[in-house]
C-alpha cells in the first residue's frame, strides 16, 4: 500500500508493523506498533479473527514475518476452513512453516484445581511455537477464553500481566483480540494490559443495513487516524477505508483526454478533460447523462484506456443495447476486456459497503477511467453526510490513481442543481449541466459547462442532440425570443433562409428593372430621334421650297423687268441675292 | 493399551493401574512441592499401584501441546481413562481425590 511507503516520513516515533490489511495501515501511519501487543477488541461477529489472520497470513505472504497463531476457540481445522474463503492459503503457509497454528484447549469440567499453579505452561508453548517457525508475529484469539478455564482471577490475572510484559521481551508483534460485552471494551478488562494500541471493531445495523466499523481508540507513541473507518470483510479479506485520506497531495496531471464529443471537447479548451480530475454531469431525467457517460467511456477505449462503469439503474446488457441505439457500441469493448460493468444497487449492501466493493474494483481493474451512474443513487443507501463523505472518499481515491472519476447526477424536474449540489460541487474539478428545455410544445436538451478548473472554458449554451450516430452538439438560436432550439430552432432557421431567398429574389428583380429601364430609354432615344429627323426633314423640305419660290419670284421678277426694261438696281432684287446668300 | 484388572500385584511396572503424568516447568518451589505432594498422595491412597511420570516442559516444550497444557504444574491422569487434569501444586488433598476420581464431590454445603 502507498501508505506503507510514507512509514519512513513519519517514523520518528516508535516502527511500525505492517498488517498489509488495505486502509488499516493508513489509518495507522504504518502499521501496528512493532514488537508490541495491540489488543482487537471488538462483539461476536465483528471480524476479529478474520483481522487478525490476515494480520498473520499477509506478514508470513507478503512481509516475510513468520506467525504463530493461537487459538483458544477455534481449532486449527476450523479456522482453516474458515478462512479459506478469503483467500489465506493457510494450509500452505502452514505446510512451508511460515504460519504455526496451536489450538489452546480449555475445557474448565476436564480440570480440578488443587493449590498453587502459573501458565507457565501456555507460555512454554507459545516460546516453543515461535521458535519453531522463528515467528514474529504473534495472535493469541481469544486470551480471554481462559477465564472461564480458570477459577482463579487473580492468578489468572497476573499471569495475563506477566505474558504480556514477556510478548515484549520477545520482540513480537502481537495481535490478542477480545470480546466486548456488557458495555465494557472487553469482558475481562484485558485493555489493562494490553494498553499500547487498541483497535474496535464494531459491527452494527442500521436500518437493515450492516455496517461495520473500526476505530483505532489508543495508539501508544502514533499519530493515527481517530476517525470510525467503515471495513468490509471481503473476497480478499478486511478492507479498511479512511474517510477522507489523511493528506491531500496527489499529483496533478496535465494530460489531457477527450471527452468523446468533438465538440464538447472544443468547449472544454479544445481539449477535454485533465486526467485524474474529477467530473460532475448533472441533470434531470431523460436530459442523456448516460449518453455522455458513454461517450466518454467509449473514448476512453479508443485511447486503449481501461474504463469501469458503475451503473446502479441499468444492468450492463440494457445500457450495451440502449447505446447501440444511438450508435455507440459498447459490448466490442466489454468483450476485449477494457470495459468493464459493474452494476450493483447500493441500496443493496450499505453505503459503506458499497464503497469498499467500489475500492476493491477499481484496484482490481486499474482502469484509467471510471463512471459511476448515477451518484444521487447513493442517496437512497444513506444520507446527505453519508454520501458527502462517500464522495469524498471516492474521488480522493481516484485522484489518488490518477484516474479520471465521471459522476452523474439526477437532479429534480424543477430544482436548481447548483444549489441542489452544493454539497459536493466543490470537490469537482469539471461540472457539466444538462437542461431541459420546453417550448413550443416539445422538449430539447441543452448543454453547458458550469465550471472547470484550470482551463479556459465556454460559457455557451449548446444544443445537445441524440442522433443515431451519437452525441451532437449544435450551436442554439439566439434570437428576440431568448434561446431557441430543436424545431423552434429549426423553423427559426428556415425562416431566415427564407428571407435571405426573398431579399436575393428583390434584388434579382430590381437589376432586371433596371436593364428593363435601360432599354426603354434607348429606346424612347430612338424613337425621339426618328421624330426629331423626320421633322428635321419636313422642315427642310419646306424651306428648300420657300426657297426655290422665292428664286422663281426673283427670276420671274427679273424675267418681267426685262420685258419691262426696268431699272437694274432694284431693292427687292438686291434683298433676294442677300436671303440666297 | 487396557488396564490390567484391580490386581496390586508388582509384576511388570508398566501394567499399573493408576498412570500419572506431572508436568512441571523446571526445578521451581510449586514443581518441587507438587512433586513432593503427589509422592505423599500416592503412597497413601494408590497403594502402590501407580506410575508417575515427570515431564519437565522446560527439557521438552514440545510435549505442552499434546495434553494441552497451560497450568503448571499439571498432573494428567492418563489411566484409568477419561483423562483428567488437576492444576496446582496439589496441596489440597481433597482436590486431588475429587480430581482422581477417587471421591465424589460430597461437600454439599
Redesign the interface.
Known amino acids: 500500500m502507498s501508505s506503507a511507503k510514507s512509514k519512513g516520513k513519519t517514523g520518528l516515533g516508535i516502527e511500525k508493523c505492517p498488517t498489509g490489511i488495505r486502509g488499516l495501515d493508513e489509518i495507522m501511519l504504518g502499521g501496528l506498533p512493532k514488537g508490541r501487543p495491540t489488543l482487537v477488541a471488538g462483539s461476536a461477529g465483528s471480524g476479529k479473527t478474520v483481522l487478525a489472520m490476515e494480520f498473520l497470513a499477509r506478514g508470513a505472504a507478503e512481509f516475510h514475518e513468520n506467525g504463530v497463531y493461537m487459538a483458544f476457540e477455534e481449532t486449527g481445522q476450523d479456522l482453516i476452513e474458515n478462512t479459506a474463503s478469503f483467500g489465506f492459503n493457510l494450509p500452505e503457509l502452514c505446510a512451508r512453516k511460515k504460519i504455526l497454528l496451536d489450538h489452546v484447549h480449555v475445557d474448565r469440567s476436564e480440570i480440578e484445581e488443587s493449590g498453587a499453579y502459573s501458565l507457565e505452561g501456555l507460555f512454554v508453548r507459545l516460546e516453543n511455537a515461535i521458535k519453531t517457525v522463528n515467528a514474529k508475529r504473534v495472535v493469541l484469539d481469544t486470551i480471554e477464553t481462559l477465564f472461564s478455564g480458570f477459577s482463579n482471577e487473580s492468578i489468572l490475572r497476573a499471569e495475563l500481566a506477566r505474558l504480556f510484559r514477556w510478548l515484549k521481551t520477545a520482540g513480537v508483534t502481537a495481535v490478542i483480540t477480545g470480546e466486548s460485552g456488557d458495555g465494557l471494551l472487553t469482558r475481562h478488562g484485558l485493555e489493562e494490559y494490553v494498553a499500547d494500541c487498541v483497535i474496535v471493531l464494531d459491527h452494527r445495523v442500521a436500518e437493515q443495513t450492516s455496517i461495520r466499523r473500526l476505530r483505532v481508540m489508543k495508539y501508544r507513541g502514533s499519530l493515527h487516524g481517530t476517525n470510525e473507518y467503515a471495513f468490509l470483510i471481503g473476497k480478499k479479506g478486511i478492507s479498511v477505508l479512511p474517510i477522507t485520506s489523511l493528506h491531500l497531495d496527489h499529483e496533478a496531471s496535465k494530460a489531457r483526454i477527450s471527452t468523446g464529443i468533438p465538440r464538447l471537447d472544443t468547449m472544454l479548451d479544445g481539449k477535454g478533460f485533465y486526467r485524474g480530475s474529477s467530473v460532475l454531469l448533472s441533470g434531470g431525467a431523460g436530459t442523456g447523462k448516460s449518453s455522455i457517460s458513454a461517450n466518454f467511456v467509449r473514448a476512453a477505449c479508443e485511447r486503449g484506456e481501461r474504463a469501469l462503469y458503475f451503473a446502479s439503474e441499468q444492468s450492463p446488457s440494457e445500457i450495451i443495447r440502449n447505446m447501440n441505439s444511438i450508435g455507440i457500441e459498447l459490448a466490442r469493448w466489454a468483450a476485449k476486456g477494457l470495459l468493464r460493468f459493474h452494476a450493483a444497487r447500493p441500496t443493496l449492501v450499505g453505503l459503506e459497503q458499497h464503497l469498499v466493493l467500489l475500492h476493491e474494483v477499481i484496484t482490481e481493474f486499474a482502469p484509467a477511467v471510471v463512471v459511476i451512474d448515477p451518484i444521487t443513487n447513493f442517496g437512497a443507501a444513506g444520507n446527505a453526510m453519508e454520501v458527502k463523505s462517500m464522495l469524498t472518499r471516492i474521488i480522493d481515491f481516484l485522484k489518488e490513481r490518477q484516474i479520471t472519476g465521471f459522476f452523474t447526477s439526477l437532479t429534480a424536474a424543477n430544482s436548481n442543481p447548483e444549489e441542489s449540489e452544493v454539497g459536493i460541487s466543490s470537490q469537482i474539478d469539471t461540472w457539466l449541466l444538462l437542461r431541459n428545455l420546453e417550448s413550443n410544445g416539445e422538449r430539447n436538451r441543452a448543454l453547458y459547462v458550469l465550471k472547470s478548473r484550470g482551463m479556459a472554458h465556454s460559457n455557451q449554451i449548446r444544443e445537445f442532440v441524440l442522433t443515431s450516430r451519437g452525441v451532437e452538439l449544435l450551436d442554439v438560436y439566439i434570437g428576440s425570443g431568448g434561446v431557441l432550439t430543436g424545431t423552434a430552432r429549426a423553423a427559426q432557421e428556415a425562416q431566415e433562409q427564407a428571407s435571405v431567398l426573398a431579399e436575393k429574389q428583390e434584388l434579382e428583380r430590381k437589376r432586371a428593372e433596371l436593364s428593363r429601364r435601360r432599354v426603354e430609354l434607348k429606346e424612347r432615344i430612338e424613337a425621339l430621334h426618328w421624330d426629331f429627323r423626320s421633322e428635321e426633314e419636313k422642315i427642310l423640305t419646306c424651306m428648300r421650297q420657300i426657297e426655290e419660290r422665292e428664286r422663281q419670284v426673283a427670276r420671274h421678277r427679273l424675267d418681267m423687268a426685262h420685258l419691262r426694261r426696268a431699272d437694274a438696281a432694284n431693292a427687292n432684287g438686291h434683298r433676294t441675292r442677300n436671303v440666297r446668300a | 493399551m487396557k488396564p490390567g484388572k484391580h490386581a496390586g500385584g508388582k509384576a511388570g511396572s508398566k501394567e499399573k493401574h493408576w498412570k500419572l503424568r506431572l508436568?512441571v516447568?523446571g526445578h521451581?518451589s510449586?514443581s518441587l512441592?507438587?512433586i513432593a505432594?503427589l509422592q505423599i498422595f500416592c503412597d497413601e491412597y494408590l497403594s502402590g499401584d501407580y506410575q508417575i511420570e515427570v515431564v519437565d516442559?522446560?527439557k521438552h516444550?514440545?510435549l505442552?501441546?499434546g495434553d494441552?497444557?497451560?497450568?503448571?504444574?499439571?498432573l494428567v491422569r492418563k489411566l484409568p481413562t477419561p483423562?483428567?487434569?488437576?492444576?496446582?501444586?496439589?496441596?489440597?488433598?481433597e482436590?486431588?481425590l475429587?480430581?482422581l476420581d477417587l471421591r465424589q464431590e460430597e461437600q454439599t454445603v
Request: hydrophobic share 50%; charged share 15%; net charge positive.
Open positions: 508436568y516447568a521451581t510449586k512441592a507438587a505432594n516442559l522446560l516444550p514440545q505442552a501441546a494441552q497444557i497451560l497450568a503448571i504444574p499439571t483423562v483428567k487434569k488437576i492444576i496446582g501444586d496439589l496441596s489440597k488433598t482436590q486431588v475429587v480430581g
